[in-house]
Nanobody, 116 residues
């Protein structure tokens, strides 16, 4: 049974930082791509960043230069470091594992709120 657990969200002021974690249980992540997505109220879920098994990364234009996705295979965890946060980054952030295979799994999400 594969489980995906996101954590690290919270309330932060504009310009602040957060680091999200995506822990996968029940399967090793080393050979899989993993993705971070987000969904703001009233909007569709959108891709934020992906990381390949080899460490290659892709970012949405809206987060390039501010967010960094990384992985620690020994910990079976993928991270999303978010810097220079803006109010428009407010959303529930989800991890998708694996990113490009089926079946895939979503976690329950972690809320990120950027507000002064």
């Amino acid at each position: 049974q594969v489980q995906v657990v996101e954590s690290g969200g919270g309330l932060v002021r504009p310009g602040g930082s957060l680091r999200l974690s995506c822990a996968v249980r029940g399967r090793g992540i080393s050979i899989y791509d993993v993705g971070w997505y987000r969904q703001a109220p009233g909007k569709q879920r959108e891709l934020v960043a992906t990381i390949t098994s080899g460490g290659g990364t892709i970012y949405a234009d809206s987060v390039k230069g501010r967010f960094t996705i990384s992985r620690e295979n020994i910990e079976n965890t993928v991270y999303l470091q978010m810097n220079s946060l803006k109010p428009e980054d407010t959303a529930v952030y989800y991890c998708k594992f694996p990113e490009r295979s089926v079946p895939f799994y979503w976690g329950q999400g972690t809320q990120v709120t950027v507000s002064s």
